[in-house]
């Protein structure tokens, strides 16, 4: 599974500190004052409560949860899009991933009087405009090279000369393109562009450590607007999530009583990222290891299986599946079988999010 998010937002806002908190890397990195330069990538557990219910019923030694990839990428300024600074080449590294936090600050700097004010509605602006004026500058490209062929007749240039030029006008105003309806054609015309306003987007409003549940007026602007395009948003203080991430279980939770804090935002996030990646999890549960499987929606069993093994997903015949909720209540796979739950599927099955499989091939 290859799909990363990666960290976006404008310089200094906290972006390293998200990753960070993520990734476990602790307070002393997050406060080292460096600019990220080269994007930073890293593969990060999933916390997922329904492993641990699992488990309870199931004892192994080995709990796996699914991953997911983060990039953390250097902050883009305005004028990033025109190759202001390293802009071009930051633009690529968000290129390559398949769906985009956009960490919005949402916090005051006590140190620094002079700091312009708080603006996380215009913030997201700037930092959108740059996307839009980027994804503007790919689809002219692709327009002039579709432009020729069209000329000869071809129909699917001519159509694709159609896409992009409504395109063009919608970046031109800085519409992100997510937020327009397109046709399954029009996809299929837009994807190989890789362009940027058409990744999901998550904002996570980074908030100082006394608004933790984001009741701010910079919270609720960044909610507001996640609300006005259809986006998740969530708020959380990176830079205390850093703190704590990088504490033992025992510190950390009584620094989180001082805190008042019930929960830690991180594992919200990352869910919400794997959501946003399109991805859901799967389980098997055997004598060696309760595990995590990721899938993408809509993938059948056949795909399923080949994640475990490739040769599984050619050799699948049929898949046995039962629920966390199953499990729950009758305790045992055995008792689960006896009371006529144990679901049998086959190689049309499209996977539920949470099933639990145990998938019989031919070898
Ligand atoms: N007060 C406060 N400061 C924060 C918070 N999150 C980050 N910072 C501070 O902001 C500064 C920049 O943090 P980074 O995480 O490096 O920011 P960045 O967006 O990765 O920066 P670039 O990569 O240079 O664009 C650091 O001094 C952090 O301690 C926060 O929630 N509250
Ligand atoms: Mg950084």
């Given amino acids: 599974m290859s799909l990363a998010c990666g960290i976006v937002g404008l310089p200094n806002i906290?972006?390293?500190?998200?990753?960070?908190?993520?990734?476990?890397?602790?307070?002393?990195?997050?406060?080292?004052?460096?600019?990220?330069?080269?994007?930073n990538l890293a593969e990060v557990d999933v916390p997922d409560p329904r492993l641990e219910v699992i488990h309870g019923y199931v004892k192994t030694d080995r709990v796996v949860p699914a991953k997911v990839k983060l990039v953390d990428i250097a902050g883009l300024a305005a004028g990033a899009s025109t190759g202001?600074?390293?802009?071009?080449?930051?633009?690529?590294?968000?290129?390559?991933?398949?769906?985009?936090?956009q960490v919005v600050q949402c916090f005051e700097r006590a140190e620094l009087a002079r700091e312009t004010p708080v603006d996380?509605?215009?913030?997201?602006?700037?930092?959108?405009?740059?996307?839009?004026?980027?994804?503007?500058?790919?689809?002219?490209?692709?327009?002039?090279?579709?432009?020729?062929?069209?000329?000869?007749?071809?129909?699917e240039a001519i159509f694709q000369g159609e896409v992009f030029a409504r395109a063009k006008a919608l970046l031109e105003d800085g519409t992100q393109?997510?937020?327009?309806?397109?046709?399954?054609?029009?996809?299929?015309a837009l994807r190989p562009m890789f362009l940027l306003t058409l990744k999901p987007v998550l904002y996570l409003a980074n908030v100082g450590d006394d608004d933790f549940d984001g009741s701010s007026a910079f919270a609720q602007a960044v909610a507001a607007h996640a609300e006005s395009v259809g986006s998740p948003w969530l708020p959380m203080c990176?830079?205390?999530?850093?703190?704590?991430?990088?504490?033992?279980?025992?510190?950390?939770?009584?620094?989180?009583e001082d805190l008042g804090l019930t929960e830690l935002a991180l594992p919200r996030l990352l869910a919400s990222v794997y959501r946003l990646l399109g991805l859901q999890t799967y389980f098997t549960a055997g004598e060696i290891e309760v595990k995590a499987w990721t899938i993408?929606?809509?993938?059948?069993?056949?795909?399923?299986?080949?994640?475990?093994?490739?040769?599984?997903?050619?050799?699948?015949?049929?898949?046995?599946?039962?629920?966390?909720?199953?499990?729950?209540?009758?305790?045992?796979?055995?008792?689960?079988?006896?009371?006529?739950?144990?679901?049998?599927?086959?190689?049309?099955?499209?996977?539920?999010?949470?099933?639990?499989c145990h998938f019989l091939v031919n070898r």
């Fill in 238 to 256: 990176a830079d205390m999530e850093c703190e704590l991430s990088a504490m033992d279980t025992d510190d950390r939770a009584l620094f989180m």
């Fill in 14 to 39: 906290g972006k390293t500190s998200v990753f960070n908190a993520a990734t476990g890397a602790g307070a002393e990195r997050a406060s080292y004052a460096f600019s990220t330069v080269e994007p």
């Fill in 296 to 356: 993408e929606k809509g993938d059948t069993g056949p795909v399923a299986a080949g994640k475990i093994h490739t040769d599984f997903e050619k050799g699948f015949v049929r898949a046995e599946i039962y629920s966390v909720d199953d499990l729950v209540e009758h305790k045992t796979e055995a008792a689960i079988r006896a009371a006529g739950k144990l679901r049998v599927e086959g190689k049309a099955y499209v996977m539920r999010d949470g099933d639990i």
């Fill in 84 to 101: 202001e600074g390293m802009g071009n080449k930051f633009l690529g590294h968000i290129k390559e991933t398949d769906a985009l936090c």
């Fill in 120 to 155: 996380p509605k215009g913030d997201i602006e700037v930092l959108e405009l740059e996307l839009a004026l980027a994804d503007f500058e790919t689809v002219s490209r692709n327009a002039d090279r579709v432009a020729k062929k069209a000329r000869t007749g071809d129909k």
């Fill in 177 to 188: 393109l997510r937020t327009v309806e397109w046709t399954k054609d029009e996809r299929v």
